[in-house]
């Protein structure tokens, strides 16, 4: 069993930069996704990584704003989030998959395990 904990979200002007964070408790190598799902929408795949190689993967609506990184070290998985806008707002959920992202991400229901989630809330 993998257990995830976000943190970081909270509310920030458009323009401004946030920065989540996800601790896991190590399993194996495994894909690490960050989804988000605004009320009334369905979840959305954000960015992912593959741990065995570092590779990433993002979402064209955040693609040269936001940033996926992971500490081994540390066991936490990162969300650089820059150039927010009012679109962003949603609860941004980190998940895991013991498979590769090239076969999972961004399909939320080929994810196994998941956090409760953060609330990111970008104001105009």
Request: glycine letters at 10%; hydrophobic letters at 30%.
């Amino acid at each position: 069993q993998v257990q995830l904990v976000e943190s970081g979200g909270g509310s920030v002007q458009a323009g401004g930069s946030l920065r989540l964070s996800c601790a896991y408790s190590r399993y194996s190598t495994f894909c690490l996704g960050w989804f988000r799902q605004a009320p009334g929408t369905e979840r959305e795949g954000v960015a992912a990584l593959w741990t065995g190689t570092g590779t990433t993967y993002y979402s064209d609506s955040v693609k040269g704003r936001f940033t996926v990184s992971h500490d081994n070290a540390k066991d936490t998985f990162y969300l650089q989030m820059n150039s927010l806008k009012p679109e962003d707002t949603a609860m941004y959920y980190c998940a895991a998959v013991s498979a590769l992202c090239s076969r999972t991400w961004p399909v939320s229901d080929s994810f196994r395990f998941w956090g409760r989630g953060t609330q990111v809330t970008v104001s105009s």
